[in-house]
């Protein structure tokens, strides 16, 4: 099932499914989308998406594709590399990402793989970690590469956490969909360039492992949502450097998904 998260003609935020595969309307969802709820006949108009949920945390990882790593010069992790991202960075399919006015030139997309979980969880092993997932979306952990690297001495946290760093969309795909999420094809496309194009096989650390590592002692509740890395191909490491900057598109692509589309404006 496809599930999205939006504002409708009325002014109301809703979820809906797309059961009928209408993509400027979804049949509203009624109940606890992680508890008990069920798909109405009532359908409603999309007149902006949000994020799929509302993250109650955004974790996110670094380093966790092999190529990716290879293209930094950086060695294999022996764990998982885990950040946080700010909810408030979270924005929806066709929001803008904006160029912070506080001053980032350096502005980078990152293609990734989003975890919703479904369940509250702590120290959960990895044969039963997929149980907690309500299911998938595309993400774009976008990347002020002046603030991660030099003005904040790598701490990631700010400069991956400015307002609408944190596009997330277009919905919500349940995890009958996607049984197996090792194996789907991702890409990056600015202006109609694919800059990323690349398979969730690269991970060095797969969905299970991710999960039941960062549920250790922490507790993940429902609504969290989780990157889970970026493959080859990020702006910083070509020569010369590809950043984002203001009229560009920005889509992200993963198989079984969809296409997650955001354009660039200045603050």
């Not at 002014?11 to 797309?18: D, K, S, V, W």
């Not at 990882?61 to 960075?89: C, Q, W």
Request: proline share 7%; with cysteine; hydrophobic share 40%.
């Amino acid at each position: 099932m496809k599930i999205v998260r939006f504002i409708s003609e009325e002014n109301q935020t809703l979820y809906g499914a797309f059961v009928n595969e209408t993509p400027d309307q979804a049949q509203i969802i009624r109940g606890d989308l992680f508890g008990s709820f069920e798909i109405t006949d009532k359908l409603a108009k999309i007149q902006r998406f949000l994020p799929p949920v509302a993250p109650v945390n955004i974790f996110a990882l670094g380093l966790n594709y092999r190529k990716h790593a290879d293209e930094t010069n950086m060695a294999y992790p022996d764990i998982p590399v885990i950040f946080i991202k700010a909810t408030t960075s979270a924005i929806g399919h066709m929001s803008p990402i904006l160029l912070p006015a506080a001053g980032p030139e350096q502005v980078d997309y990152e293609a990734e793989l989003a975890i919703i979980i479904g369940k509250r969880v702590k120290n959960i092993s990895p044969s039963e970690a997929m149980k907690c997932i309500l299911g998938y979306t595309c993400a774009n952990d976008v990347s002020a590469r002046d603030w991660q690297i030099e003005k904040q001495k790598k701490q990631w946290a700010r400069g991956k956490s400015f307002d609408t760093f944190c596009p997330l969309g277009p919905y919500l795909v349940t995890c009958d969909e996607i049984p197996t999420p090792q194996n789907l094809h991702i890409r990056t496309i600015v202006n109609g360039n694919i800059l990323q194009d690349s398979n969730t096989a690269d991970m060095i650390f797969d969905v299970p492992h991710i999960v039941s590592d960062l549920s250790k002692s922490l507790t993940l509740l429902p609504g969290t949502v989780i990157l889970t890395g970026t493959p080859e191909g990020v702006g910083f490491t070509r020569t010369p450097p590809v950043f984002l900057h203001e009229g560009d598109t920005v889509t992200i692509e993963i198989e079984k998904i969809g296409q997650l589309t955001n354009t660039v404006r200045r603050e």
